[in-house]
């Protein structure tokens, strides 16, 4: 009996794919289990060198794409900010939503991504990273 005959006369239905006419009735050719777990090995390798390649690649297009459309902001001490509150409220339209709640003042640049800010509103000063 070949594999499509027996999940025929097994499941009493036809295949949903033809997967059992494309394979057919392959045997595998005896191998000892150090062959079997070198090829094995060796394919892996292969494998995941291949992946590392391609996501590289894609790790590099994705760089070049964000670099390309940032717009890097500078804030010097005593600049007033408006601070990016990321807060959504649910059954509210986000179009009347207010994303920018508080304004601020630059007490410290730390480095080129994350100010030390202070607002009347808060109790203490807080670090806020440039995309905020």
């Known amino acids: 009996m070949t594999g499509l005959s027996l999940y025929v006369v097994m499941m009493g239905r036809q295949p949903c794919w033809n997967i059992g006419l494309l394979l057919g009735n392959k045997?595998?050719?005896a191998k000892s289990v150090p062959e079997y777990t070198a090829n094995m090995l060796d394919r892996l390798h292969k494998v995941h060198n291949l992946?590392?390649?391609h996501l590289g690649a894609a790790?590099?297009?994705m760089s070049t794409w964000y670099n390309n459309t940032t717009k890097p902001a500078t804030f010097c001490n005593?600049?007033?900010v408006r601070i990016y509150n990321a807060a959504h409220r649910s059954g509210r339209c986000p179009?009347?939503?207010f994303w920018y709640g508080d304004v601020g003042t630059i007490?410290?640049?730390l480095n080129d991504a994350t100010y030390l800010v202070s607002c009347p509103n808060w109790r203490e000063d807080?670090?806020?990273h440039a995309d905020k």
Do not use: N
Request: charge should be positive.
């Open 107 to 109: 007490k410290k640049k």
């Open 78 to 80: 005593g600049d007033r």
């Open 95 to 97: 179009k009347w939503q």
């Open 59 to 61: 790790a590099q297009y």
């Open 51 to 53: 992946v590392r390649e």
């Open 27 to 29: 045997t595998e050719e």
């Open 126 to 128: 807080r670090l806020i």
